[in-house]
């Protein structure tokens, strides 16, 4: 199958007759690019699956365009679930509530719940506008790999597999979405990003943070391997050990790269790095592309431990599951 990358409106038309005929679209959001098929379409979700080589239990977020959206998709929606949706939507956020009859359950995975997400990026909505209808998607990338953030990220990853990839840029956060589980009597954070537990506090009172045991796995994905470049990557402590390991893999002949903050490159000498910036949103922003590119350009990568807090400490979620855990 030959993959085309398209922009603008010649795009969002050939999306939008490419998914009523039950195919599968790439397109950009303002956290990664996601890879959509339409969610009332078993035929077409399943297309999903194998065009990533995704496990069949990892449920899909269903994207909508606007709250009228939501009618069929879900039932109960709880007036914490409200208050998240019209304090955070559009924005980087997925709302898990019960599921709509219809829904189908590949695209929950079998669960009795469906996450919602209705994207800030403009070609996003216009895509699921002109598609008329919610489009299930996971993100663009092969299961197990980075998650892409421009269309050449998906491209590498999707070439042959699908038939459109619409090129709407780089994304602007550059991490997943926040998953928050409002089906539960706790509202409970499963996968953090840019809005972080302190927002959601602010409008829900409590919210549970994911402790990092997966007993049952709620948020199914979390059981697998995620986010991870092709090369052996580690995530250094501080400055120090992150020199000490790059000098290390360098004598054995691992052509490392360091990936860290503007303040720490200074501190590399000549060393291999690629710099993510000073602020959060510069991080979250460039943290996939560095990874995209660390993988290219090395075949070690150690990557700065960037804080638990905030936002950083979402991209931190998805840096130690590049890194399998591992820390130097
Ligand atoms: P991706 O963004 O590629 O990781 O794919 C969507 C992610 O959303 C999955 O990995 C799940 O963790 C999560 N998800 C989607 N629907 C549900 C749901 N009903 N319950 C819990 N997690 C969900
Ligand atoms: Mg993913």
């Known amino acids: 199958m030959q993959t085309l990358v398209l922009k603008g409106k010649e795009a969002i038309e050939k999306g939008a007759r490419l998914i009523a005929s039950g195919e599968v ?112 998607a996971p993100s663009a990338n092969k299961s197990t790999h980075i998650s892409p953030t421009s269309a050449e990220h998906v491209f590498e990853d999707m070439n042959g597999a699908i038939p459109l990839i619409i090129d709407g840029g780089e994304c602007e956060v550059g991490i997943e979405s926040t998953i928050i589980d409002m089906s539960t009597d706790v509202p409970t954070i499963l996968r953090p990003g840019a809005i972080t537990a302190e927002m959601l506090a602010g409008v829900l009172g409590a919210v549970k943070t994911f402790s990092g045991k997966v007993v049952v796995a709620k948020a199914p994905g979390m059981k697998y391997k995620h986010y991870a470049p092709r090369c052996e990557t580690v995530v250094a402590e501080d400055a120090e050990s992150a020199i000490k390991a790059y000098d290390d893999a360098s004598e054995k002949g691992l052509n490392p790269v360091v990936i860290a903050k503007t303040g720490t490159c200074a501190l590399l000498g000549g060393r291999t790095h690629i710099d993510l910036g000073n602020t959060d949103a510069e991080i979250c922003r460039n943290i996939y592309a560095a990874l995209h590119r660390g993988e290219k350009i090395a075949g070690y990568i150690i990557c700065e431990h960037l804080g638990d807090k905030g936002v950083c400490g979402s991209v931190m979620n998805r840096v130690l599951k590049s890194a399998g855990g591992k820390i130097v």
């Not at 699956?49 to 365009?65: E, T």
């Open 25 to 136: 679209v790439a397109f950009p959001t303002e956290t990664v690019y996601g890879l959509g098929a339409d969610a009332f379409n078993e035929a077409a979700v399943k297309k999903i699956f194998i065009a990533k080589g995704r496990p069949s239990d990892n449920p899909l977020i269903v994207h909508i365009a606007d709250k009228n959206g939501l009618q069929g998709l879900v039932t109960d929606v709880s007036e914490g679930a409200k208050a998240v949706i019209e304090k955070f939507m559009p924005g980087p956020i997925t709302v898990i509530m019960k599921k709509g009859k219809d829904v189908p359950y590949c695209v929950t995975a079998g669960l009795e719940t469906v996450g919602i997400r209705m994207p800030s990026h403009e070609v996003a909505r216009e895509f699921i506008r002109a598609c008329g209808k919610p489009i299930a």
